[in-house]
């Protein structure tokens, strides 16, 4: 059983920077895509971004593209999203999630486990 506890989250003014940590605990941390999700109020939960096991392969949503940048750091069991040029649509409960399928993907229902989640809040 994998446990996810993220950090990080907070309140930005738009175009303002955050950093999100995810750190697991209870499993192989290297044997598991991990993944950003984020869900607004009255929304549904939707994907921001993935990295393989390796870290060599990332997935980004359009969205996000070009200001989210996910990495991990194998040794710590931690995976990060840092989010640059902030915009108040950003604003959501972002959470990890790990997946032990072959490849990243983007589906919510190919995730294993979840972490608690972290409000991230851009005001205008």
């Known amino acids: 059983q994998v446990q996810l506890v993220e950090s990080g989250g907070g309140l930005v003014q738009a175009g303002g920077s955050l950093r999100l940590s995810c750190t697991a605990s209870?499993?192989?941390?290297?044997?598991?895509?991990m993944g950003w999700f984020r869900q607004a109020p009255g929304k549904e939960r939707e994907f921001a971004a993935a990295?393989?096991?390796?870290?060599?392969?990332?997935a980004y949503a359009d969205s996000v593209k070009g200001r989210f940048t996910i990495s991990r750091d194998n040794a710590k069991n931690t995976v990060y999203l840092q989010m640059n040029s902030l915009k108040p649509e950003d604003t959501a409960v972002y959470y990890c999630?790990?997946?032990?399928?072959?490849?990243?993907?983007?589906?919510?229902?190919?995730?294993?486990?979840w972490g608690q989640g972290t409000q991230v809040t851009v005001s205008s």
């Open positions: 999630a790990a997946d032990r399928h072959v490849g990243v993907t983007r589906r919510v229902s190919e995730y294993e486990y």
């Open positions: 209870g499993g192989a941390f290297s044997n598991y895509n």
């Open positions: 990295i393989s096991k390796s870290g060599m392969t990332t």
